[in-house]
């Protein structure tokens, strides 16, 4: 373990390395293994929409022929695999990398002063753990029967009993599992290392209280990372074992499929799993939101040059969401035949985990007033999340209580909500954070005016994407329906779904746009000179762009400030970074 | 972003922002308003009573939605830099003990509301007397069984369900009371009359689903899920399937029907004969 000390003694040992390999590829620098996971979730963002735009071409003209498509039409399997995997790279390889992996990775230990993550070689050991779990995921596609068919959820028995139930069920569910098995393991070390860094390597003078809220998020989403991916992982197992060793974890007696008595499988139960998985499958919607939460906090206060209003009560509710996250799986199964009684109990806890998102929309209303708000992308993106937090959190009164949840269950208004909030809500920090950051990562800006139009389209497609399937819910269209086509019902809904589809072509185009201004900007935009150029005060813009190998030259800063001093009366500038000693603030 | 002059284009960035922002949440809500995508009619007395908690909701999610977006909107167009310094205020403990209390009360009394809903759908059993009748989800039809005459459901052997030759849940011809019982792919109610259903599954997980009704069951491999209601409103009622099978997930669908008690015992002896 890299030991730091608090000045004196030996200076850590960080020598840059050389050669191409191991500066670049397999490199222990966090910096470098950040900007590998946000490669790797760039890469899987794109991979996840490109699967969502043939899905929303076959939904919104179901009958109609297209050449890409074998025999013209998408097959109902062929419509299910695409949703599975664009859910499960969605999920796992986009939200829950790059905000925490990505983004944590690079800027957690600059802001707590480190010069590295605590465990650096289990660091790059956990970069190339997901990058093998995201191939080996692919690699579901190539096998006969093709990718799996039964969501991300993978409910057994439908992913328990192999091909018999299922195209995709073969083989292509088997090297999901394993994928997604491998991925726990990654993300178990990941958050062991975050944890470790958080506690064990903060500079002198960085207490707790002084830790910006994108830490604090950080650190929580560690935890619950390190608590929820250990279930999952034992999930997984019992899922192969049944599937390959012919154990009964979640397989019932006396099954029947298409005639056939499954004799081999008993006394399993299909509830067993989705209590292990929902255990770690809510947590991981705060895995996915969280860091957004904190972005978005430190840039309202950064862009609105105002202290975060109530930074304990944020802090607090933080780890309220965190806590409560544990507690509220059982939402997930109002209607999958568990015990009503704690059904209810489960719904009074979702209710309550309201209470602490609402504070955290009250305190971000709060820091914007009275600020002199600055409208750069970051900011927009910033903006724009806590829009879509609200509309996208407020859905989730509905499905909290289990009555109303009888009749939304399963349907377009569940699609809806968590889109908004765990989906475009968690993305929309992601586009603040790299907005934000990018000079400081690359030593230049993104272009602004791009960025602008980028957020634009994105902002009211995104909008005119999930606000109409709220009412496809309402009509009680269910989800995971490959055409709409079964029922009066539905086929009037099909205007709706059209609707949509055609947004959904927009907005996944304009993010050709980031993809071109991201590109771009690397290696031909506006230089950034500054070390600070937003002004802004945490310890990452004390140190040159991009940094150095060990980050602050072999010098372990010492911070004096809270993260959020803007504004503060009595002095000239209207920031205070951390580490700048009191007596060298200009006194007006 | 520099310097310290007001941001360029500032004041047009901060009235798009928070104009977009209103006409969402006025197109939002009025949409919601207007009911132009809505629920189907509700058919049972505690469909009514979940409408009017969803009425309930409603209006606390609305009044936050509207209150939560306009507020954003506000402090965009208000606080933009026009130059200006900004205030300087860490927060305030009375305001974050207010909100939190607010929206405890505001949630957690919205959640306790709901459950006589619950409660009636799930804590209660069916009233004495019910007409059972057996729910039985398979890859990818549902089929409905009534016990006959003698009011008494057969027995049924996995190694005997057969679609091919009509015994599609596997009824054991050995077992007397299984000889009267009725295999249906609708399921044929009467009005005002309480039914209980004992949903179950063949092969993996499927979901009774009927919008009107406003219920929704997994139909669980293993299991035998009870849930009741009783329909008012004579008329045809499509059941859908709401968890993913399979690939026919999307076409596993069937008929509710609701027939006033006479055309209802006329249906169940035209089976009776059907099946003899």
Known sequence: MVTHENGGGHAHQHQPPSGFIRKYIFSI?????????????????????????????????????????????????????????????????????????????????????????????????????????????????????????????????????????????????????????????????????????????????????????????????????????????????????????????????????????????????????????????????????????????????????????????????????????????????????????????FSILTMTIGVPSAIKTFNWLGTLWGGKIQFNCAMLFALGFVSLFVSGGLSGLFLAQPALDLYLHDGYFVVAHFHLIMGVAAIFGMFAGLYFWFPKMFGRFMNEGIGKLHFWLTFIGVYAIFMPMHFLGLAGNPRRYSEMTAGPFLIALQPVHKFISVMAFITIGAQLIFLYNFIASVFWGKEAKEENPWHATTLEWSIPSPPPFDNFGGIEPVVYHGPYEFSVPGTVDDFIPQHLAPELVKKA | MLSRRPERGSTAVALAFAVFLVLMTVVTVYIFWAKIW??????????????????????????????????????????????????????????????????????????????????????????????????????????????????????????????????????????????????????????NREVELIIRSQDVTHSFYVRELRLKQDAVPGMEIHMHFNATVPGDYEVACAELCGLGHYRMHSMLTVMNEPDFEKWEKDQEAANQ
């Open chain 1, 29 to 345: 620098d966090h910096k470098v293994i950040g900007i590998q996971y946000l490669l790797l979730a760039l890469f899987s963002v794109f991979l996840g929409m490109a699967l969502s735009l043939l899905m929303r071409l076959h939904l919104g003209w179901p009958t109609a022929n297209f050449s890409i498509f074998k025999g013209g039409q998408m097959t109902p399997e062929q419509y299910l695999a695409l949703m599975t995997m664009h859910g499960t790279i969605m999920v796992f390889m986009v939200l829950t990398t790059a905000p925490q992996s990505g983004f944590g990775n690079y800027f957690l230990p600059i802001q707590i002063g480190a010069a590295d993550m605590a465990f650096p070689v289990l660091n790059m050991l956990s970069f190339w753990t997901t990058f093998v779990s995201l191939c080996v995921m692919i690699c579901a596609f190539l096998v006969s029967g093709g990718a799996p068919i039964g969501g991300w959820t993978s409910y057994p028995p439908l992913s328990a009993l192999g091909e018999i139930v299922g195209p995709g069920q073969g083989g292509g569910e088997t090297l999901w599992i394993v994928g997604l098995a491998i991925f726990c393991g990654a993300s178990l070390m990941g958050a062991l290392n975050f944890i470790t860094t958080l506690i064990d390597l903060r500079a002198k003078g960085m207490t707790l209280g002084r830790l910006p809220l994108t830490c604090w998020t950080w650190f929580v989403t560690a935890i619950l990372g390190l608590l929820a991916f250990g279930v999952l992982l034992a999930a997984c197992i019992l899922l192969l074992l049944d599937r390959l060793a012919g154990t009964s974890f979640f397989i019932p007696g006396g099954l029947v499929v298409t005639d056939q008595v499954i004799t081999w499988h008993k006394g399993g139960s299909p509830l067993l799993w989705q209590h292990l998985f929902w255990f770690f499958g809510h947590p991981e919607v705060y895995i996915a939101i969280l860091p957004g939460m904190g972005v978005a906090s430190h840039l309202l206060s950064t862009f609105a040059r105002k202290p975060v209003f109530g930074y304990r009560a944020m802090v607090g509710a933080v780890c309220g969401i965190g806590f409560l996250g544990f507690c509220v799986w059982g939402h997930h199964m109002f209607v999958s035949g568990m015990s009503p009684y704690s059904a209810f109990a």
């Open chain 2, 38 to 191: 809505w629920f189907p009619p509700a058919i049972t007395d505690l469909g009514h009573e979940i409408d009017a908690q969803y009425a309930r909701t409603f209006l606390i999610t609305g009044i936050v939605f509207v209150a939560a977006q306009f507020g954003l909107a506000l402090a965009i167009f208000k606080f933009r830099d026009h130059g200006q310094r900004a205030s300087y205020f860490e927060g305030n403990n009375t305001m974050e003990i207010i909100w939190t209390l607010a929206t405890v009360v505001l949630f957690v009394g919205l959640g306790l509301y709901a459950r006589n809903a619950w409660a009636e759908v799930h804590f209660i059993g069916a009233a004495p007397g019910a007409l059972q009748i057996e729910v039985t989800g398979q890859q990818f039809v549902w089929n409905f069984r009534y016990a006959g005459p003698d009011g008494k459901f057969g027995r049924e052997k996995p190694e005997l369900v057969s679609a091919s030759t009509g015994n599609p849940v596997g009824l054991d011809p050995t077992d007397p009371s299984s000889k009267d019982d009725i295999v249906s792919p609708v399921i044929v109610v009467p009005a």
